[in-house]
C-alpha cells in the first residue's frame, strides 16, 4: 500500500471485568468520543501520563490553562467517578533550551562580575555581540551598523506599533527591541554598570553563551541543574498557588539517565534505531513501518514530513558571510548520514558547551521525545490509560513517543493480533490566546503567571472558572466578554453562599425565631430542580468531562434557590411568608460538593457551606463565623432597635443624625470588617440578614451600587431637563401662527391661509404635498389657538 494512502490501526478497546463506563472520552488517538475502560482489571485504578514543564523560564497563563484544566478533569475522575489515580508528571530538566539559558546565564553573570566598571574593553565587546545579535535576526538588513540603527529602527514604527504580528514578525519585534536597548545604552555618554548590563544583557548573553562554551566541560552538570531546579521551583509554587494536586510521582530527566540509555539500547537491539558515527543515535521510521507498524498514529498527515522533528530552538548563530562553523558542519554531517528525513534523534551527541553522560555511543543527552517513552514506560510499564498535554505536542512529540514505546515493546504486528498499544487515550489541552495570538515562552508574548496573580486582574478561583467555562479541548482565547461572564458567574455564587450562610446562621441562633421545616409544593419544586440539577452535571461530566455545561447548570440551580428565597420571605406585603432553610441548605451543600470536586476549596468545618477566599486554596471562614455571629447579632439587634426608634421619631433633628450613623455603621465599618448587614422589612419586625464574606467584594458591591443609583439620577435628571427642553420647543412651536409657519424659502406663492401653492423653483406644489401639508397646518392651528386659549 502506497505510503500517503495508509490509515492507522483501528482502535482497541481495554478488556475490564467492570461493566460499560459511565464516561465518553474525546480520545485523539481516534478523533472520536470513546467508552473509558481502564487497563486495570478491577475497573478501578486509572494511569495517567502528563507532560511536565520544560523548566527554562516563568510559567505562564498558557501553562496555566493547561495543567490547571488537567487538575480538574483528574480531579473530576478520582473525586467524582472515584477512580484511584496514579498520576505521573515529567520534569525536562536536560534541554536544549535549559543548556542555552543555563549557559547564557552563567558567563553574564561572571562577565559582570569580573567588568563592575564600562570601560573600553566591555563596549568593544557589545559591539561584537551586536554584530553576532544582528547576524542571527532573520530579516535583519547586513549592512545596518550600530551608527545607522537609530535610522533604521525609525522605518519600523508601523511593527511596533501594531497590535496583532504573526510568529515571525513577533520574533524580529523582540530581537531589534534587544538590539535597540543595547544601541541606546553604547550612546549614553557615561552608562551605569546596573542600567547598562539590563540594556545589553538580551545581546550580551547570547554572545557570551557562544564564544565562551568551550569552558564548560560535559560533566559540568551543575550550571545547568542549578537553572533548572530553581525555575522548576518557580512552577511548583505556581501550581499550589492555583491550587493544583501534586503529581502521585515526578520524574525528572536527569534522574532517569540510565532508564534513557536502556531504553535506546533496546530499541537498536530490536532493529528500529541506529547509531552514526560521532555518537548520535536516530530512530529508524522506515524500519518501524516495515515491521507493520504505523507512525504518526496521532497526526497521519504528517508523515512523511521531516517538520518539527527537532527541538524549538534557536539555532547557533551563523558565522560570517562565506564561513561555515565546525559546529554548523558537525550537524550537517549528522543529518547527511540519517538513513531517512523522517528519523529522529533518540540520543544526542553532547556538543561543546552541553552536558553530557557516557553511554555506549559517547557523551550525550536524551533527545527530545525519548524522555517521556522511557520513563513512563519504566513508571506505568508496557501499557497504560490516560496521557495528556498541550495540542502543540501532538506532533512530533506524541507521535514520537508513541512509535518509540511500540518500538520498545515491540510486537510485530504482522505475526501478532495483540501488537503494542502503549497509551489507549490521549487528552490534548488546546491553546490560550490572547487578542488571537498563542502565547508562548519563544515570542515573549505571555504574562506569567505571578503577574496575572499579583496584578489583581485575576486570582487563582477566576481562572479556574474561565478554564472550567472555556472547555478543555478546543482553543480558548481571552476577551472582554468572556471575562465578564467568569466575574457574573463568581459573583452569583459568592453572593447565593453569602445569603444562605447567614440563613443557617441565623436559623441556628437562640435569639432568632423557631425555623419551619415544611415540604410544600415549593420545596418539594426546588428538591425536583436540585435532582435535576445533579442529573444534568453528570450527564455533562460524563460526556467528556464537558465543564462547561456543568457550570451553566450550577448557576441554574442557584437562580431557581434564589427564586424560591426571595419568593417566600417576609415583608409587609407578605407577613405570613416563610421558607424552608434545609431546602435551601441542600442545595447549597451540592453545590459546595460539586466546587469542591472541581478544586475550588471549601470552607471549613464538618458541614461545610461555600467556597474559600478567592485567594486561597481552602479556608476557615465558616468556623471564624460561627465565632463571630453572637457578637455580630447582639450588635446587629442593637443597630436595629436605634435604627427602629429613629424612624418612629425621624421628625426629631437627633433621630435623623442616628439614622445616618445606623447607616454609617452597616455601609463602612462593618462592610470594612467583612460584614454585611441586609436591612430587611423593619416595619413587620424583621431583623437585618447578617452576611459574612470578603470585605473586598462587600465594598465594590458597595460602590457598585452608590455608582448604578448615581447613574439612576443622572439619567432621571437627564430625562427631566429633556423633557423640559421639549416642553419648551412645544411652546415655542405653538407661538408660530400657522398662516405663516411655511413662509420660507422652499416656496414662493401661498394662499389665503398660508398653504404653499408653488415652490422656490416656480412648480406647482403638488395635490399630494399639499394634502401633506394642509395636515401639517391643522395640527399647528390646534396648537396655536390652545395656546392662545391658555392665554387668555
Known sequence: MA????????????????????????????????????????????????????????GHLGHARNYLTTDVLRRIMRDYFGYEVVFVQNVTDVDDKII????????????????????????????????????????????????????????????????????????????????NSAVNALLTPIPEPTHFYAAVESILSAYLGNVKKSEIPPDEHAIFADYAAYWEHQFNEDLRTLNCLPPTITTRVSEFIPENIAFVQQIIDNGFAYAIPGGTVYFDVNAFEKAGHFYAKLEPGNRKGEAKQEEEVTAPPPPPAGEVSSAELEIQNEKAQKRSGRDFALWKKSRVGEPGWESPWGSGRPGWHIECSAMASEVLGSQFDIHSGGIDLAFPHHDNELAQAEAYWHKNPKESKTPVQWVNYFIHMGHLSIAGAKM??????????????????????????????????????????????????????????????????????????????????????????????????????????????????????????????????????????????????????????????????????????????????????QDSQTIAFPYVQALSQFRDQVKHLAITN??????????????????????????????????????????????????????????????????????????????????????????????????????????????????EVTKSKRKTLKKAWDRQKKLYDAQLKAGA
Open 650 to 763: 425621624k421628625s426629631q433633628p437627633v433621630c435623623q443624625e442616628l439614622l445616618k450613623l445606623s447607616d454609617h455603621v452597616r455601609d463602612n465599618q462593618l462592610l470594612q470588617l467583612g460584614v454585611n448587614l441586609e436591612d430587611r422589612d423593619s416595619s413587620i419586625g424583621e431583623p437585618a440578614l447578617i452576611k459574612f464574606g470578603d470585605p473586598t467584594e462587600f465594598l465594590a458591591a458597595r460602590e457598585a451600587k452608590i455608582q448604578a443609583q448615581l447613574e439612576k439620577e443622572q439619567k432621571k435628571e437627564a430625562a427631566r431637563l429633556e423633557a423640559e427642553r421639549l416642553e419648551k420647543e412645544k411652546a415655542e412651536k405653538a407661538r408660530v401662527k400657522p398662516e405663516d409657519m411655511f413662509k420660507t424659502d422652499e416656496y414662493s406663492q401661498w394662499d389665503e391661509d398660508g398653504l404653499p401653492t408653488v415652490d422656490a423653483q416656480g412648480e
Open 440 to 621: 508562548s515562552k519563544s515570542l515573549k508574548n505571555f504574562i506569567t503567571i505571578r503577574e496575572a496573580l499579583d496584578s489583581g486582574d485575576w486570582t487563582a478561583r477566576k481562572l479556574r472558572i474561565l478554564f472550567m467555562m472555556g472547555g478543555w479541548k478546543g482553543g480558548l482565547e481571552i476577551s472582554q466578554n468572556f471575562r465578564a461572564e467568569v466575574d457574573l458567574w463568581e459573583k452569583t455564587l459568592s453572593n447565593f453562599f453569602s445569603s444562605v450562610g447567614a440563613l443557617v446562621l441565623e436559623s441556628e441562633s437562640t435569639e432568632g425565631p423557631r425555623p419551619k421545616h415544611l415540604f410544600r409544593s415549593q420545596e418539594k419544586q426546588l428538591y425536583q430542580d436540585l435532582e435535576t440539577a445533579q442529573k444534568d452535571v453528570h450527564e455533562a461530566l460524563s460526556d467528556s468531562f464537558n465543564t462547561s455545561l456543568a457550570l451553566s447548570v450550577i448557576l441554574d440551580l442557584v437562580s431557581k434557590a434564589n427564586t424560591y428565597i426571595k419568593s417566600n420571605q417576609k415583608s409587609a406585603n407578605n407577613p405570613d411568608a416563610y421558607f424552608s432553610i434545609n431546602s435551601v441548605k441542600e442545595v447549597a451543600r451540592w453545590i459546595t460538593k460539586m466546587l469542591q470536586i472541581f478544586g475550588f476549596g471549601a470552607s471549613s468545618g464538618s458541614d461545610p457551606i461555600g467556597w474559600a477566599e478567592a485567594g486561597s486554596a481552602s479556608g476557615t471562614a
Open 100 to 179: 542555552k539559558r543555563a549557559r547564557e546565564r552563567h558567563f553574564l553573570a561572571k562577565y559582570k562580575e569580573d567588568h563592575p566598571k564600562i570601560d573600553a574593553e566591555v563596549v568593544e565587546d557589545i559591539k561584537l555581540a551586536f554584530a553576532q545579535f544582528a547576524r542571527d535576526t532573520k530579516g535583519f538588513p547586513a549592512d545596518t551598523t550600530i551608527d545607522t540603527f537609530p535610522q533604521w529602527f525609525t522605518t519600523q514604527k508601523e511593527l511596533l506599533e501594531s497590535p496583532i504580528l504573526d510568529e515571525d514578525q513577533t520574533i524580529f519585534k523582540v530581537r531589534i527591541l534587544a538590539l
Open 3 to 58: 505510503l500517503e494512502n495508509r490509515e492507522p490501526p483501528a482502535w482497541s478497546p481495554p478488556r475490564a471485568s467492570s461493566s460499560s463506563s459511565p464516561l465518553l472520552l474525546n480520545n485523539s488517538l481516534t478523533k472520536t468520543k470513546t467508552p473509558f475502560v481502564p487497563v486495570d482489571p478491577t475497573g478501578r485504578k486509572v494511569s495517567w501520563y502528563c507532560c511536565g514543564p520544560t523548566v527554562y523560564d516563568a
